[in-house]
């Protein structure tokens, strides 16, 4: 909160201090812990609550739960109250009964849900150049104050009932999520038979049908929303008595491609007691130091428990990574540093420092000039350049460049 006051960012986020900055100086933005304070005021509420996966891969809806009780007993005005966390197909309708079940003072409430598709990393341009923002409600007066909120940012308006609100989030999430798994299960058919993926996906990409959006194949997606918003869409669909295997299987093919290194490594090596790993990259993405359900994990898991010593570097993610992963992986300044005397290099998030990396300077440092590249962003033929390699990418042949003199 005072952090926040002082405009930073809790999060690395490109650009969003900036923003803090620049707005709260000109007096349109301020923080608060007082519910009084806060909605004394307020004609619009935006709850923007987490809703992590329960134990049953459902959502746990505990803090928007709070997050109603809290309103109910300070807002003292008519109000739109709007849900822009993920909620699963009728939450906002239980929010609005809570509400109402439990509000202080006489007021009319109206509800809208209008869910966020923004992404980590790109934030801030997600948000001022959406795609479209989606506007649900049963109330056209609170459905046009939303839109009267919107406006400025010029981006195409969905409106739609509430309901279908909801469920255009999961069913999005869980569509870019699917579209990922397909074009990793078509990654490990192009390894098999010699195809290359990137190819394959540029060659798909160019039907606007399918688009060329999320058809990178890799070690699978993290973050902090489509693994769980999937396994929440699937758990909807068990509760609705309405089959959804495909989702099981978007789960499942995920699973196995973050397995996918340590496979290859095994294969390669044997076995990787005492080998040391250098790993590229420990956040879920790029651009951002979040490491929630990141590949990273079960990588750095994976290895040292086949006893592997591994040393990994990533820009910002290294501070939550130790928080998550812990002292059995030693955290690192800089490419080369962990690059020293590894018998293997795993590049496991794709941050573009990494597909510039002077690869003869890492290579040398060296013990065996191996990589495994999780995210295929090596240029080949600068890798070519440097001499003896082997690299293993995804979903493309191998590359062996043997040692002339051996
Ligand atoms: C996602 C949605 O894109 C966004 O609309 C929603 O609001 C929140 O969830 P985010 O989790 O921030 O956003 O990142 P995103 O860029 O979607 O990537 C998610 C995961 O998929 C990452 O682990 C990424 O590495 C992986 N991914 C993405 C791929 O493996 N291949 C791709 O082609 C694209």
């Given at each position: 909160m005072d952090t926040l006051k002082q405009g930073k960012s809790p999060i690395y986020e490109p650009g969003l201090e900036e923003l803090l900055i620049k707005n709260s100086s000109a007096g349109r933005l301020a923080f608060t812990t007082s519910h009084q304070q806060g909605l004394s005021q307020a004609d619009i509420i935006i709850i923007a609550v987490g809703t992590p996966q329960s134990d049953h891969g459902q959502a746990d809806l505990s803090y928007l739960e709070q997050a109603a009780k809290d309103l109910a007993e300070h807002i003292v005005r008519d109000c739109v109250v709007v849900v822009k966390s993920t909620v699963p197909v009728g939450t906002n309708q239980y929010v609005k009964q809570l509400l109402l079940e439990q509000l202080k003072n006489n007021v009319e409430i109206k509800m809208v849900s209008n869910p966020e598709f923004l992404r980590q990393g790109t934030a801030i341009e997600d948000t001022l150049k959406a795609d479209r923002i989606i506007i649900g409600?049963?109330?056209?007066?609170?459905?046009?104050?939303?839109?009267?909120?919107?406006?400025?940012?010029?981006?195409?308006?969905?409106?739609?009932?509430?309901?279908?609100?909801?469920?255009?989030?999961?069913?999005?999430?869980?569509?870019?999520?699917?579209?990922i798994s397909f074009i990793n299960a078509i990654a490990n058919l192009c390894e098999a038979a010699g195809a290359d993926v990137r190819d394959v996906a540029k060659g798909m990409g160019f039907d606007k049908r399918i688009g060329a959006a999320f058809l990178n194949a890799g070690i699978g997606y993290g973050g902090s929303c489509f693994p769980k918003d999937v396994k929440a869409l699937l758990h909807t669909s068990r509760e609705l008595g309405v089959p959804f295997s495909l989702l099981e299987e978007t789960i499942a093919i995920n699973d196995h491609q973050q397995e996918l290194l340590v496979g290859k490594a095994l294969k390669r090596f044997s076995a990787l007691k005492d080998k040391k790993i250098a790993m590229l990259g420990l956040s879920f993405k790029p651009e951002t130091d979040d490491i929630r359900e990141a590949p990273s994990v079960k990588i750095a898991r994976s290895l040292t428990a086949a006893g592997a010593k591994v040393a990994a570097y990533d820009p910002v993610a290294a501070c939550n990574a130790r928080k998550v992963i812990g002292d059995v992986i030693a955290y690192v300044d800089s490419a080369v540093e962990a690059a020293k005397g590894a018998d293997a290099l795993f590049i496991v998030t794709e941050w573009e420092e990494f597909s510039q990396l002077e690869l003869g300077a890492v290579l040398n440092v060296m013990n065996q000039r191996i990589i495994f590249d999780g995210r295929n962003c090596l240029d080949e033929t600068a890798l070519k350049a440097c001499g003896p390699v082997e690299y293993y990418p995804v979903g493309r042949p191998e590359v062996i460049l043997r040692d002339k003199r051996a």
């Open positions: 409600s049963d109330d056209e007066s609170a459905s046009e104050k939303i839109q009267e909120m919107y406006r400025p940012l010029n981006v195409p308006f969905l409106l739609t009932d509430v309901k279908s609100a909801e469920m255009i989030k999961y069913a999005s999430n869980a569509f870019l999520a699917t579209k």
